[in-house]
């Protein structure tokens, strides 16, 4: 693996590890609590830390002179993003967390198509292969009896 390959695997794969102890965590933190409620406390606390994070690591910068093309985009990935948690908390308060995770992850297959249509990525056939494993197993754990 060339340098750059393996830093983006580190991270991707890191950010697996957090993602697969956010459902875990969040299963457990939704008992008892509206998950639409939870989510709110959720970003909450992670727009704190995430907000001291980039002031002490110094790279705060002033968001007017962004782009418009850039704020549209990172407006549109917000919205994106709070509407998936608060679908993924809703399916956490009412599903097996060992359940719901891998169909969320579908979203690896909806990337991937995505990808290809609006960013003109071309998965090779192994690469194709492996995304329809993944929609596969999806549908596998989406229609267990």
Not at 12 to 33: D, E, P, R
Not at 51 to 64: C, E, L, N, Q, Y
Not at 79 to 93: D, E, I, K, N, P
Not at 99 to 121: H, I, T
């Amino acid at each position: 693996m060339t340098t750059t390959a393996s830093s983006w695997f580190f991270w991707a794969a890191l950010s697996a590890c957090f993602a697969a102890l956010t459902a875990i965590f969040a299963k457990i933190g939704i008992q008892g609590v509206d998950s639409d409620f939870a989510t709110l406390i959720r970003t909450v606390i992670i727009t704190v830390i995430l907000a001291a994070f980039v002031w002490f690591a110094g790279k705060w910068s002033d968001p007017r002179m962004l782009s418009s093309r850039t704020l549209l985009f990172l407006s549109l990935s917000a919205l994106a993003t709070g509407a998936s948690w608060v679908c993924y908390f809703r399916a956490l308060q009412l599903g097996e967390a060992s359940k719901v995770a891998p169909v969320d992850k579908f979203s690896l297959v909806l990337v991937a198509v995505f990808a290809f249509a609006f960013l003109g990525e071309r998965p090779s056939v192994r690469e194709w292969l492996g995304i329809g494993l993944v929609a596969c197993g999806v549908l596998v754990l989406a229609f267990k009896r």
